[in-house]
């Protein structure tokens, strides 16, 4: 799995913040989640931007248990979420079982769905559906920007940049936008409850840096993808961040409560 700079993370996470979609924690507060404290695992934590944003909101007394692969991003988490007790582990998330979740309240994770294979996500659905413990996927991508304004190159910078979320890693078939779609399956299946909400950034001028940011990586990711797209790309970044990128980009959150 991919690890990212704690500069990206740190660019994006006001955006995070004000997507995530708030009626799913609203349910989330309904559910006896009979656990005091709370523990909570927080996978693929990254700097721990999840944490800061919902531990409050869920209030109590929690004990978070932080999980990622990169010790430098788990550090970081480590000494900046408060106001709850801190365990870290470095590792795989996609390894965990439903043993490993034994006596967790609640399974958490931001931007990760989209990043893991078809087989990764039935295997953690599987082991939070075996643990009882109730699942809050925040961030997924779903494959839809929207510029304002539009132009005819948007659909063909969309169409492979969406097929590079799906491509093949070290033998991995990434999920990209169908990630919430398939998860909401995997739960289902199991007889879990599974509901999902629009969590969209909405990037304007008070967005201006992580706007350009996301924009070019966009771009970088398409071209990746699809080559003859570079000759496009000198220009369709300047008509973009000369008038200052207006941009929706649209993710999903779900939640899934065992039944």
Known sequence: MSTFAPEWLSLREKADAGARALDLVDRLREIDLNRDPLVVRDLG??????GRWLAARLGGRQHWVLHDRDP???????????GVTIE??????TALTGADLAGT????????????TAEEVDRLAAACVEAGCPALFTLSVVGRVEFDPAEPLDERFQAAFNDHQRRVVDGRRLLGPDAV???????ARRGAR????????????????????????????AVAQEPRLAADVPGYLW????????VVV???DLLAVPG
């Open 105 to 116: 309240s609640l399974v958490a994770a931001s931007a990760l769905l989209d990043l893991l």
């Open 45 to 50: 934590c990254g700097t721990g931007s999840l």
């Open 88 to 93: 870290a582990h470095e590792g795989d998330v």
């Open 250 to 252: 649209h993710h999903a």
């Open 194 to 221: 599974v509901t999902t909400s629009p969590s969209p950034w909405r990037l304007g001028p008070d967005q201006v840096a992580l706007a350009g940011e996301w924009l070019r990586g966009w771009v970088d990711a």
């Open 181 to 187: 779609e398939v998860a909401a399956a995997a739960f």
């Open 239 to 246: 008509r973009k961040l000369d008038r200052g990128p207006r």
């Open 72 to 82: 430098r991003l788990l550090s970081i988490a480590a000494a900046t979420v408060s």
